[in-house]
């Protein structure tokens, strides 16, 4: 429908009258009586902002131009879609460094930190198209645009991106911890995160980028949704090559336990008597004998262990309670342990 421009200049000028200028939204769909009722339930903004719209009306019409321009026409919305969100991107990424955009993100309107032309893209929605239909990227400038897109870093798979990130925070965790491939012993030490750990701010020894990384939270739900890593094997096997495990710490602590009441219960003739203070030892340099407890052991508490799991119940709850009340007590656990005097005073 084409609507004859003095009825058009009217309704820019109401708009104008209304707002202050013509950064019209996009979409702006006429609902007030205010307009000329010509415009009423139209679109305004995809209407002016067209060059269509401007080869009818306004080429080779210098009184006209005037008259826009006394309104603040934004005669850069003019240029294709394309070039808009391209202009949004790079201010995006000036602004954050990144154009890794919210779907939900509008260029904020009347914000002079971006181009008033602009203003009110959605831009979030713009890249979400770009990546799930290829909107704007079809046609003999298909690839001139991708490269454009490629050189502000932009990310054609987000979840690919979201994975690599967590993977680097692992890796670096498990260097900072000397776990995994970076175990200093021959043994490669399992990789436990607590539950709450959250990348530390302002550490020297974490790249800027991780900082405030809710790391501990990411692995419980790696392991227990599979988090980046359903239906995808390889990712699941770089991760185990840091030492990621797919049960909690929980499982891993029990592991732990059992492997060490083992061999305790095995060294004292089938008891597991053990005192609380009782620490997994390691061998001192004079030590010729073969050494019965392995390295990833040392230091364990087991006493205190053991005690948690009398006092606290410790390991023994949900559904493996019964499966490993059971191992325990084949290996001689005492549920309530022996009476242990004091020593008597030397007199």
């Not at 109401?14 to 007030?32: E, F």
């Not at 990144?98 to 929605?125: C, E, M, S, Y």
């Not at 405030?212 to 990712?235: D, F, I, M, S």
Request: net charge positive; glycine share 6%; proline share 8%.
């Amino acid at each position: 429908m084409d609507i004859p421009y003095d009825i058009t200049l009217q309704a820019l000028q109401t708009y104008h009258a209304l707002h202050g200028d013509l950064v019209i939204p996009r979409r702006y769909t006429v609902t007030s009586k205010a307009f000329p009722s010509d415009w009423y339930g139209l679109d305004l903004s995809s209407t002016v902002y067209n060059m269509k719209w401007w080869q009818l009306h306004i080429q080779q019409r210098p009184d006209r131009v005037a008259e826009l321009n006394r309104l603040g026409f934004v005669w850069e919305r003019l240029q294709p879609e394309w070039n808009l969100v391209l202009e949004a991107l790079i201010t995006y990424y000036n602004l954050h460094g990144h154009v890794l955009v919210p779907n939900q993100f509008v260029v904020p309107l009347g914000d002079v930190q971006w181009p008033r032309a602009t203003w009110g893209i959605p831009l979030g929605k713009s890249v979400y198209r770009i990546r799930a239909r290829h909107d704007f990227l079809r046609g003999p400038t298909a690839e001139a645009r991708r490269q454009q897109l490629d050189g502000l870093g932009f990310v054609w798979d987000v979840h690919e991106e979201r994975f690599l990130k967590f993977y680097n925070v692992v890796w670096h965790y498990a260097q900072l911890e000397q776990c995994g491939p970076f175990s200093p012993g021959e043994r490669t030490q399992v990789l436990k995160v607590p539950a709450q750990y959250v990348v530390p701010c302002e550490d020297p020894q974490w790249p800027e980028a991780f900082w405030g990384y809710p790391l501990g939270v990411k692995c419980h739900a790696v392991r227990q949704k599979g988090l980046y890593v359903k239906k995808h094997p390889e990712r699941r096997r770089l991760l185990e090559e840091l030492g990621f495990r797919w049960t909690g710490n929980s499982n891993l602590g029990w592991l732990e336990v059992v492997h060490a009441a083992a061999i305790y219960s095995k060294l004292h003739n089938r008891s597991l008597d053990v005192p609380i203070k009782f620490v997994v030892p390691k061998p001192d340099e004079w030590t010729e004998v073969e050494w019965p407890w392995p390295e990833h052991l040392w230091g364990l508490p087991l006493g205190q262990r053991l005690k948690d799991i009398r006092l606290k119940g410790a390991y023994v709850k949900g559904p493996k309670k019964e499966e490993r009340i059971r191992q325990l007590e084949t290996l001689g656990f005492y549920w309530a342990p022996k009476r242990r005097g004091r020593p008597k005073k030397m007199s």
